[in-house]
């Protein structure tokens, strides 16, 4: 989780909504990492999860991922859960929950939907403090 802290601070300070996600090896090898990037990339697609997705899925030369996890800093959005079963992601990790428009624990829950075909392991509340905060920092900063 330390290393998509990292990624959230960078998505920051691009004026990205800091969000920061790496996928691992089942030997804790890094396989991808990426931060927000939807302003930067005119991509509304471009969450830190769907880039570290796709560049793990490049490095391995597969569209799945069996026994690799994610950690993202922010519960993933109902598309970015989608792209998590369709890749087959064995562990979700993430920090803060997201009631406003997670899919995982909060909306539509789509791990929990009959046409979810695979479902990670979810561990949530790692590193949710600093998750947090930075999300609260980030918005605060844009109200004033």
């Known amino acids: 989780m330390a290393l ?3 990624e959230a601070r960078a998505a920051a300070d691009r004026g990205e909504v800091p969000i920061g996600a790496v996928v691992s090896a089942r030997d804790g090898r890094i396989i991808a990492a990426a931060g927000n990037r939807t302003l930067e ?3 509304p697609t471009a969450h830190a999860e769907i880039l570290a997705i796709r560049a793990a899925c490049a490095a391995t030369g597969s569209e799945r991922l069996p026994g690799t996890t994610l950690h ?7 598309m970015c859960a989608s792209a998590i079963a369709q ?11 997201d ?3 997670g899919g995982v624990e909060s909306g ?7 046409q979810c075909h695979h ?26």
Do not use: M, W
């Open 41 to 43: 990339l005119c991509d």
């Open 87 to 97: 890749a087959r992601i064995s562990t979700l990790v993430y920090g803060a929950s």
């Open 108 to 114: 539509p829950r789509v791990f929990t939907h009959p």
């Open 99 to 101: 009631p406003k428009s």
């Open 4 to 6: 998509a802290l990292v």
């Open 119 to 144: 479902v990670p392991q979810v561990i949530n509340g790692i590193g949710e403090i600093e998750a947090a905060a930075l999300l609260r920092a980030f918005f605060k900063g844009l109200r004033r």
């Open 72 to 78: 993202v800093t922010l519960e993933p959005c109902p």
